[in-house]
């Protein structure tokens, strides 16, 4: 208990944090106890205690994790030793715990585990730690006691529907304005608003219509040129992202995927695709649908990478010179382990470069990026803490030589981005549609 | 002590009544463990809807074949260990000429019983096994970490019976009587400690493993070994 | 709604407008736009130099816009449509514009008898609400969705009382947001609003409130109700009454609350609760078990349910009975795919009463009940043409464009708005041959 309460001295020192610094100011153990006692009722005793149970604390697991393996093989960052440190004492003293506990034990669940279940393969009772840990982040919310730049991001869900604050006319204009730049790029393309029975409802996460719209305007012109039937809402319910999944707030989270399911049906679509993202891919399909009682989404939901795969193998576009400089491939937990889009998204890697490059591990087996599962979104104060405790994932890229990492995931794209960075390591990420609109033929219809 | 350890009156509380609560406290114990489990997690809603038989039995299967899975390809030597520990640690118990005697004159069942030669070895390679662990504990951080006092009892709990077992067979350290009246008692714990102790993984780790097998496999497409 | 019978109901077919004419004429055409009555088609069109207008039955706007869009018939066939030009944003009516100009505008939303217009709309860096070019006074610092009074009166949206710092957790938890009607705000602001709805009488106004993270509830005028829940959903009025229904949630799980009591079964999850026309019986979607949906009426679910979702229940006028869009898949864990349907996967059909039509199709439009309530229809898709179904008869038709078609006041024929051939159509047919 004792180690686990003490903060630890590292490289980025001791974070401070408003949101949870001064939040567990207004805890007393008393107020704690029957927060988590409330908690624990609900969450079911079932999934959660028969995991703690059953885990031998045999350690096998903590190599899966890159956390442990990129800090030296400190032990406190093993995933069993991400539960030990939270789960184990909060069950044992029965919620008992002191405010300083919950705020150690909410560094450990939001900052240093990304929820992205490496470790339930390397486990031999296939443990969920993603499920263990986001307990422990449901009963942090429950406390109130979340990292101040994610909660703000579950507040802007909470009003906005998105992620980023973005406002109802913004979006509309957003949609507009991308239509006039990719006017630029082909002839007449359109940008089709609120197209009541297209084939395909595109959905993309808020920081793109906030920073980087240009990639909904790629977007665009891979829609057109490949003659997909589609539309955007202008309604709330056109972001798929969902932070309040991984803040631990489930009544929000599912309040955006209702809105988010609700536009799709609304506009009359078979499928919802959606741009390259995976924790938005995870709350659909996996998160947030079942807390609303869904089993599978009421629309399928497509990635990115197997709507390019389907595009590519059906020719529906074509490639006119292969992008010719070396490229790997960071392989996002959240629609590889998540979803097997491993094959696919190597199809698609092949089909567009000329020199492909293999990161080790791979595939199922590929390390995070240690900027999902929301770690990113806790924002600068622990930018520092998540480059260094991801040297693993560096060392994997070097290795390959490649100047080029694909990262068809937007938190993926950001985390590496500032591996590479904090490493020197003189690469650069891209999605697969930039790669895509550069490489791509514009057939005679299209062209300015 | 030692009078006491081997007067009758302790044999024969040790072959009957101990025996007996041993083995209804194990069996009746783990499956209202099940049936609590079960319950409780159809109550969640979450999990049984995700469940394949197909899945479930793709990822035991991978894990229960030595070298099936990528971790264990990871650890050798951990995979081979545990492997002959828990192998002989199940089918020691089940397949001992002493055992079947035993539940012989009791019950009037036997089976098949492993060479006394062979089982001897069996009993060697968990009593070195559980050395091993116990080493491991000690000394790789990442397993000191997490291990509390009750992994050590747990340990202790698989191993005694075999030690005394092993001792009570040779006839070494202490008077046969004694040492057999010790084995007896430290088997009762072993089987009692099941439903009350992390050892309930011989039982909850085939669901574990079945669920998690389900969901990588059938919902997510992709392998968990 | 008594419009309908003054439409033409005799003409059997009435050719339009010829679409791909003005395919050929313009770089680009938009999606098409249908009056009620079938007599009006809209579109906007591209012209060479990259700027926008309207064309309606082939009557070209001289008029060009940089953007344009959101176009609407009212009932009384007024053509509206929101244009930027310059920096700015108008509203028009029959090409006659509003006088206000916006820097934003949006929501466009009409009251039943389509005579009233409200959009949200932004203006000199503040946000509000325009009601027939009544621009309110009173701006907030955001404001997001809007309700229209039945009536066509009254306005509410909600809004944003204080600017924050970003990032400013603590502030937005104190609570600022709140419900603007008619450009004043609530006394009581929350962390949360959203649902904002007026009552049949258009005296009042309801939305769904979160006071903290974790407390949620109804509030009417600013009042809240004395219970509150892990969650709510929208509230409902009951017609002619201020009575409010919503779904709630409690530890058990969803149920309907109706004025703040709990009155149903609890589900593992209820939403989208409507009130038949003599506001006597509810029905709303429900989840009786996990994964699994229906319709359940007075708190009584139908014995069928579906796999993957049941859209929102639709009365027949005589309140007795109940139809609901339902959607089925038999291989839910399938890899599905983008540009190809999986077999036996998101089959769409409608049920009615419980009873789901024999067939299924690609996709299924909201049923439509005849004035005697005794038949249902819908626009459904097959093969990726569109057809009307009738009691789950698929029509011999099959369009390239489909309106909902509407039930002449007898309910015997039925008006048809279709393109064809390229050409858009308005037709009235028989209920018997279609
Ligand atoms: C609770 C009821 C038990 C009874 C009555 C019992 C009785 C005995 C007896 C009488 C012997 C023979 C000793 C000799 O040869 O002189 C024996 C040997 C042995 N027992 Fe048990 N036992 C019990 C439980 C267990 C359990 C739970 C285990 C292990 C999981 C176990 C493992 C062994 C082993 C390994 C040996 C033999 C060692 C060797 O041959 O080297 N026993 N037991
Ligand atoms: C037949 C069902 C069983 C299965 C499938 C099983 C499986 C496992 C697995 C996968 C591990 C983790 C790997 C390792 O650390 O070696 C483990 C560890 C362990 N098992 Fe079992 N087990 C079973 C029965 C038992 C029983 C009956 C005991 C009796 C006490 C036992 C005692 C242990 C111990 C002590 C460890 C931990 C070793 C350490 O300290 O690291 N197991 N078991
Ligand atoms: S980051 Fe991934 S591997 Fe590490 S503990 Fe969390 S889920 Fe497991
Ligand atoms: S590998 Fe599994 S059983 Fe072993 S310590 Fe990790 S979580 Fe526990």
């Known amino acids: 208990m004792a180690l686990a309460v003490k903060q630890k001295e590292k490289a980025w020192g001791k974070v401070l944090d408003a949101g949870l610094d001064e939040t567990i100011k207004k805890l007393t153990p008393e107020k704690i106890e029957q927060v988590i006692k409330k908690a624990l009722e609900k969450m079911g005793p079932g999934r959660l205690k028969t995991m703690v149970e059953t885990c031998i604390h045999c350690g096998l697991c903590s190599e899966a994790c890159h956390t442990y393996l990129s800090n030296d093989r400190d032990p406190t960052f093993a995933p069993v030793a991400k539960v030990k440190q939270t789960m184990w004492p909060i069950l044992k003293n029965k919620g008992r715990v002191s405010p300083e506990f919950i705020r150690r034990a909410a560094e450990i669940a939001y900052t240093e585990c990304n929820l992205c279940k490496r470790c339930s393969m390397y486990c031999p009772f296939g443990i969920d730690m993603a499920y263990i840990i986001l307990s422990v982040r449901r009963i942090c919310h429950l406390l109130g006691v979340t990292p101040l730049y994610l909660q703000d991001t579950a507040h802007s869900h909470a009003v906005t529907m998105n992620q980023m604050w973005v406002k109802q006319d913004d979006w509309i204009d957003t949609l507009q304005w991308q239509e006039e730049e990719t006017r630029g790029e082909i002839k007449n393309p359109i940008i089709p608003i609120n197209k009541e029975g297209a084939d395909i409802m595109y959905s993309v996460i808020g920081p793109e219509p906030k920073f980087q719209a240009h990639l909904m305007g790629q977007a665009a012109v891979i829609m057109n040129v490949a003659g997909i039937d589609w539309t955007y809402p202008s309604f709330d319910g056109w972001d798929n992202s969902d932070m309040a999944m991984y803040s631990g707030d489930h009544e929000i989270m599912g309040r955006v995927k209702r809105a988010h399911f609700e536009a799709a049906m609304k506009l009359k679509v078979k499928k919802i695709v959606m741009g390259e993202c995976g924790h938005a891919f995870r709350s659909i399909y996996d998160v947030g649908n079942r807390w609303l009682g869904l089993r599978m989404p009421p629309v399928p939901v497509i990635h990115a990478i197997q709507f390019y795969y389907e595009l590519l193998r059906e020719g529906r576009i074509k490639i006119k010179k292969k992008f010719d400089k070396p490229v790997t491939l960071h392989d996002p937990c959240n629609v590889i382990r998540g979803r097997g889009l491993h094959e696919m998204a190597r199809y698609v890697t092949n089909a567009l470069c000329e020199d492909f490059r293999e990161m080790n591990p791979n595939k199922e087996y590929n390390f995070c990026c240690n900027a999902g599962g929301g770690v990113i979104n806790c924002g600068p104060p622990w930018t520092k803490k998540r480059v260094i405790s991801n040297r693993v994932k560096a060392e994997q890229m070097k290795a390959t030589g490649a100047p080029i990492v694909i990262t068809p995931c937007h938190n993926c794209h950001s985390g590496i981005e500032d591996v590479i960075k904090y490493y020197k390591l003189g690469m650069h990420t891209k999605f697969f549609s930039q790669i895509i609109v550069e490489v791509m033929e514009i057939p005679e219809k299209f062209k300015l | 002590m030692l009078e006491f350890l081997m007067s009758p009156a302790v044999y024969s509380f040790v072959r009957g009544p101990l025996v007996w609560i041993a083995f209804l406290v194990f069996i009746v114990g783990s499956a209202y463990r099940i049936y609590v489990m079960i319950s409780t997690v159809k109550k969640e809603k979450l999990v049984l809807p995700y469940m394949s038989l197909r899945y479930s039995i793709r990822s035991i299967l991978h894990w229960v074949i030595p070298f099936g899975s990528v971790n264990w390809r990871r650890h050798p030597v951990i995979t081979i260990v545990t492997f002959l520990f828990h192998i002989c640690l199940v089918f020691t118990p089940i397949f001992l000429l002493s055992h079947n005697i035993l539940w012989h004159e009791s019950w009037g069942i036997s089976w098949w019983t492993l060479p006394e030669s062979l089982a001897d070895i069996m009993t060697l390679i968990v009593i070195f096994s559980c050395v091993f662990f116990f080493f491991r504990r000690i000394i790789a951080s990442e397993v000191r970490f997490v291990t509390y006092p009750s992994d050590f009892l747990i340990l202790a709990i698989a191993f005694l019976p075999f030690l005394t077992g092993f001792l009570a067979y040779h006839q070494w350290l202490l008077p046969h009587e004694a040492m057999v009246n010790l084995h007896i008692l430290f088997g009762a714990i072993m089987l009692i400690a099941v439903p009350f102790s992390r050892i309930i993984h011989m039982i909850f780790g085939w669901f574990t493993r079945a669920y998690t097998g389900s969901e990588f496999g059938m919902v997510r497409h992709v392998r968990d070994y | ?434």
């Open chain 3, 1 to 434: 709604m008594n419009q309908i019978a003054e439409w033409d109901w005799d003409t059997k077919e009435k050719y339009i407008a010829d679409i791909n004419e003005w395919r050929k004429k313009f770089p680009v055409v938009r999606g098409l736009v249908a009056s009620d009555d079938g007599e009006k088609i809209a579109t906007v069109i591209q012209t060479e130099d990259n700027r926008f207008t309207t064309c309606v039955n082939g009557d070209v706007w001289e008029e060009t816009f940089e953007r344009l869009w959101s176009l609407k018939f009212t009932p009384d066939n007024k053509f509206i449509c929101l244009t930027y030009k310059d920096y700015e944003w108008a509203l028009a009516v029959d090409k006659e514009f509003w006088e206000d100009r916006f820097d934003s505008a949006w929501n466009l939303t009409l009251s039943p008898d389509g005579k009233n217009i409200a959009i949200n709309v932004k203006k000199e860096e503040s946000y509000g609400v325009s009601l027939n070019g009544n621009t309110w006074e009173n701006r907030f610092v955001d404001a997001r969705d809007i309700a229209l009074s039945p009536d066509g009166t009254r306005t509410a949206t909600l809004i944003q009382t204080k600017r924050l710092k970003e990032g400013d957790i603590f502030g937005f938890q104190e609570g600022i947001w709140t419900v603007a009607v008619d450009g004043t705000p609530w006394d009581k602001t929350f962390v949360n609003v959203w649902g904002v709805t007026f009552s049949p009488d258009s005296k009042h106004v309801a939305v769904e409130v979160r006071f903290n993270l974790y407390d949620y509830t109804i509030a009417i005028d600013g009042k809240t109700w004395e219970k509150v829940y892990n969650c709510v959903w929208e509230p409902l009025f009951k017609p002619d009454s201020n009575d409010i229904i919503a779904p709630v949630k409690t530890s058990d799980g969803w149920t309907l609350a109706i004025n703040g009591q709990p009155v149903w079964d609890t589900y593992v999850q209820l939403w989208n609760q409507r009130f038949s026309p003599d506001g006597r019986r509810i029905a709303a979607i429900v989840a009786p078990e996990y994964g699994r949906w229906t319709i359940a009426v007075d708190n009584i679910p139908w014995n069928n349910s579906w796999s993957d979702a049941v859209l929102p229940p639709i009365f027949s006028p005589d309140s007795k009975r109940v139809a609901a869009v339902v959607k089925e898949s038999r291989n839910p864990f399938h890899m599905e795919s983008a540009l190809h349907n999986v077999e036996g996967n998101n089959r769409y059909s409608i049920a009615v009463d419980g009873t789901p039509w024999p067939g299924d199709f690609e996709m299924v439009w909201d049923p439509i009940f005849s004035p005697g309530s005794d038949k249902v229809l819908a626009k459904v898709e097959k093969n990726g043409k569109y057809f009307i179904a009738i009691d789950g008869r698929i029509g011999k038709h099959g369009y390239e464009a489909l309106w909902n078609p509407v039930f002449s006041p007898d309910g015997e024929k039925l008006l048809i708005r279709c393109v064809e051939g390229g050409r858009y159509y308005r037709r009235v047919v028989p209920i018997h041959e279609i």
